[in-house]
């Protein structure tokens, strides 16, 4: 696209920008808000508005060659950035839940669920592209001098016992005998079939036109089956059930499109390096030209300033110091008695903050006092701001948003640019930016002159002694009032004076010490080489988030209105990936000020992908990946001293080499409420006691992430498990729309081909239960090479890769369940289960003064009665069918029990008479008894609801 297109992109989002931030800010007291639904839909109708601004944005920044208008767009850029993920933690404070859905809200915007995926912006890789590759360069080459290249196998393989071997031994020599035992008897029936045939036709004369004809008419019959799948393959192309042969291919215009793009990016880098150049040049040319009549011109003013002041007062004012603004004071428009008072008013301040620093003492002991006191009002406060109504909490992203939206307005809306074709840096606009640095810089040199220029006029005229003003060498003042000599008066000791007490007693400690040899003593460099050398540090994987294959919940807000809480889509996880992980990490500017995510917690069953986006994060942000498991550092750096020399270590690379990524895989082990007995050498809680610490000293300045997996979170003591972890991203199985994305991406990755494979929808169906993990396993082990070779004349069939798959084992629901009922006790899920309970004792005691309410629920009473009658008579036929068979009772039971759930029938008794059928699947008439008295169970239940 050219350059135009892009100006058009931003242009937009400056627009719908500007009207978002009209809307925001009209309102200045906005008073509180008591009906969450709306204010929900608000923040959520916001939050959708600015994710398509930030696409525009981050697209117009990737591609214009500007280099000036880059910079308005990366701060107006990283504002969007900040405001998203303001909005968000808004949503989870209300809705106190992680997950949100936009489906009705999508729908009333016609917009589509890609319109909302988070991007992720491609100048975090792209502006440090040198130093990870650098970076990748030392680590691979550590990786080599210590022989640790391959440690980490290319493919798991799998071990196999002596029995597996001889068994399967035992099948291939059994299938050779029966192939040729086969090809024996099949030669004896070919050489009879001969023999009969000869007999046959002894005594006829060959007839050439019948056999003309025979072969005519095979021959026909297969040309007939050819077009007949040709037409058939032609019309599900037509009507789009079936992709086009070269659908998946790289056509010849994306080529084009991702040269062009490539292209940009050079012209992108080489405009950059003439503007750098460029700020420089003219710097120093208009230091050289304009500097002289600027130095000229402060001068006359300062000396008017000097003869004024004294005309007014009656003696030379003192000059403001550098702290203070210098001669910036004295040029703001201000009358000389003003800038006196101020001069004045700063002295008394600074006075009394001295007296006040020795009262200090006495006042932290009464704070100690109160600070229960100010706990309690403080949960005051909140239950009347509940009762008052939500108010948006103030943003620290609005003001530069607005910055950036006036500088857009300012320079570039209405910029005529018409002789820039090929959009380079605008010289005028460096001259007006650099003109004002120059003056900034001659302002400080005259002050420097005027200054003794004043020293001078008042020993000359006014005969005052020199009052010395130490600026960075002053006299410290103690809180006794006596003077402390500056700092450079001091021993240089190393360490002595830092670690004594006031009576000269060391009172150095182990751990301290440990901290100032790893500070002091030892480089960067070293460090690093010894952690990558221990295991430590490692190489993440190179995945992107966008592999993540997930589809989005089209469900959610209706499930959610019939008080039915949706599980989370894979989508959605990959948006919380994204807004807690990557956006803050690739950004300094938003991780200090965006709401701090310091430690992450990503828990679900095996083979949901938890370590994949682990290493995405790491691959997103060019993150270093440091491995803290309690199985990475078992009998490593062993004793109490030890650990602490690791963590440093660890925590000192990863402030200095950031973004980092801390990963304490299998974390739950930290957290153990009992040690196993086999994993006692282990020492998995070893990390138990410091991690709470480091998390307090991690800053906001610090872009570093401690990231927790887990697949049995309910093995851990819950109370200090979500001290630490208080973001938890709960990730589930896929669902059939995600299935159904992933098996085509999974059998398209592996050399299959989708026009002639299996039917997607028939897998994804028949998949559910398993993970990602299983269906990629499913799909590398029967995409073999060989078979890949044979896919145009053997077609892959579900047959093979369910197979494959049904060798696995899936999740079971009570799995599901217990991670369910692990995630409803953590804060956020007792939070969100008493804000439903909330809810629900609104909605009844609404219900009771609304005779409407009763009637529906009447029908709805009445509705499940019948539908439990016909699920029940349906349910008595089967078993009475299923010809004394244990398994085929125990399918129809399973089956009908999943009915009963989804239409919010529940009763015990089924899973009673699930378990006798089981046991004595011979009394079926039992069996039928027991169904009946569960069938009056449900229908007393319903009962409930038509009379109210």
Not at 458 to 464: N, P, S, T
């Amino acid at each position: 696209m050219s350059h135009v297109t892009y100006n058009k992109m931003w242009a937009e989002a400056q627009e719908g920008l500007n009207n978002l931030l009209q809307t925001e800010t009209e309102d200045k007291s906005p008073k509180p808000l008591k009906d969450h639904p709306i204010v929900f839909q608000m923040l959520a109708t916001f939050y959708v508005k600015y994710v398509q601004i930030f696409h525009n944005l981050e697209t117009a920044y990737d591609q214009i060659v500007h280099p000036q208008k880059r910079l308005v767009i990366r701060q107006v850029l990283e504002g969007v950035m900040g405001r998203i993920l303001e909005l968000k933690n808004e949503m989870v404070e209300l809705e106190n839940s992680e997950f949100h859905y936009f489906d009705d809200i999508l729908q009333d915007q016609k917009l589509c669920p890609e319109h909302i995926e988070i991007p992720i912006p491609r100048y975090f890789i792209k502006e440090k592209l040198k130093v990870l590759k650098e970076r990748e360069k030392i680590l691979a080459q550590i990786l080599v001098n210590a022989g640790l290249q391959d440690i980490e196998p290319k493919k798991h393989i799998k071990v196999m016992t002596f029995e597996e071997a001889i068994r399967i031994i035992q099948i291939s020599e059994r299938a050779r005998q029966g192939r040729l035992r086969a090809e024996f008897m099949k030669q004896i029936y070919l050489e009879e079939k001969r023999e009969r045939q000869a007999r046959l036709h002894s005594g006829k004369s060959p007839n050439l036109d019948a056999s003309a004809v025979c072969i005519q008419k095979v021959w026909r019959g297969y040309i007939q089956m050819k077009r007949t799948e040709k037409i058939r393959e032609e019309e599900m192309i037509f009507l789009g059930m079936s992709p086009p042969p070269h659908f998946h291919r790289i056509s010849a215009s994306l080529m084009q499109a991702q040269r062009v793009e490539a292209m940009r990016c050079e012209v992108q880098e080489k405009h950059e390096e003439e503007y750098k150049k460029a700020l420089v040049a003219i710097k120093n040319r208009l230091r050289e030209m304009e500097g002289p009549d600027i130095k000229e011109s402060l001068q006359e003013q300062i000396r008017q300033w000097f003869i004024e002041c004294r005309h007014i007062t009656g003696k030379f004012p003192d000059y403001p110091d550098e702290e203070d603004g210098g001669s910036i004071v004295i040029f703001s428009q201000k009358t000389p008695e003003q800038v006196a008072a101020e001069l004045a008013a700063k002295e008394e301040e600074l006075q009394k903050k001295s007296k006040d620093k020795g009262k200090k003492g006495k006042k932290e002991k009464e704070k100690k006092k109160k600070g229960k006191e100010k706990g309690k009002e403080k949960q005051e406060k909140k239950a009347n701001e509940e009762k008052e109504g939500w108010k948006m909490a103030p943003s620290n992203f609005l003001p530069i948003m607005e910055e950036g939206n006036n500088w857009y307005k300012d320079v570039w809306q209405h910029r005529e640019e018409g002789w820039n074709f090929h959009q380079e840096y605008d010289p005028e606009l460096v001259k007006e930016e650099k003109r004002k640095e120059v003056k900034e810089e001659i302002r400080v040199q005259v002050d420097e002159l005027m200054r003794q220029e004043l020293k001078n006029l008042k020993l000359a005229v006014d005969r005052e002694k020199d009052k010395k003003k130490r600026s960075g060498k002053k006299d410290k003042v103690s809180h006794a009032g006596l003077v402390i000599p500056p700092a450079q008066f001091l021993t240089q000791k190393w360490g002595y004076n830092l670690l004594t007490s006031r009576s000269g007693t060391k009172t150095r400690t182990k751990s301290f010490a440990v901290e100032d040899y790893i500070k002091n003593a030892r480089t960067i460099d070293s460090l690093y080489k010894e952690l990558v050398e221990g295991g430590l540090l490692i190489k993440p994987k190179t995945v992107k988030l966008s592999d993540y294959v997930g589809e989005y919940s089209y469900l959610g807000t209706t499930l959610r209105q019939v008080d039915i809480e949706p599980m989370p889509s894979l989508a959605d996880v990959r948006q919380l990936i994204a807004l807690y992980g990557i956006l803050p990490l690739g950004s300094q500017a938003l991780h200090e000020k965006s709401p701090l995510v310091k430690a992450l917690l990503l828990a679900g069953p095996a083979g949901v992908g938890k370590k994949m986006l682990v290493h995405a994060l790491c691959t997103e942000t060019g993150a270093n990946l440091f491995n803290l498991s309690a199985s990475n550092i078992a009998g490593k750096y062993p004793g109490k001293s030890g650990l602490q020399m690791l963590l440093n270590m660890v925590f000192k690379v990863a402030k200095q080499l950031q973004p980092s990524v801390v990963w304490i895989g299998n974390t739950e082990k930290t957290f153990y409420k009992k040690v196993p007995k086999a994993e006692k050498e282990m020492e998995p809680k070893r990390l138990k006691k410091n991690l709470p610490k480091i998390l307090k000293s991690l800053k906001a300045e610090d872009r570093v992430l401690i990231v927790g997996t887990t697949t049995r979170p309910f093995d851990a003591d819950l109370r200090p498990f979500c001290k630490v972890y208080k973001k938890i991203i709960l990730i589930p199985r896929p669902d059939y729309a995600s299935r159904f994305a992933l098996w085509k991406h999974i059998i398209l990755q592996n050399g299959g081909s989708l026009s002639k494979s299996p039917t997607i929808s028939c897998l994804a169906k028949m998949s559910d239960g398993f993970t990602q993990g299983h269906i990629i396993y499913a799909a590398q082990t029967i995409l073999s090479e060989r078979r890949i070779r044979q896919l145009n004349r053997k077609p892959l069939t579900a047959v093979e890769l369910m197979g494959a798959l049904a060798r696995q084992d899936p999740v079971y629901k009570e799995e599901e369940d217990m991670f369910k009922a692990w995630y409803a006790k953590t804060p956020l899920g007792k939070a969100r289960a008493k804000a439903l309970m909330e809810e629900s004792g609104v909605q009844t005691r609404a219900c009771a003064q609304c005779p409407d309410v009763h009637t529906v629920q009447r029908e709805n009473g009445l509705q499940r009665r019948h539908q439990a009658d016909e699920a029940f008579q349906r349910l008595a036929d089967k078993i009475t069918a299923a010809e004394q068979s244990k398994a085929k009772v125990y399918v129809v039971l399973a089956n009908f029990q999943l009915f009963f759930q989804q239409k919010s029938i529940t009763t015990k008794k089924i899973e009673t008479l699930g378990m006798y059928v089981q046991k004595k699947s011979s009394k079926y008439s039992e069996a039928i008894f027991l169904l009946k008295n569960c069938q009056v169970k449900v229908q007393r239940d319903s009962r409930q609801y038509e009379n109210p």
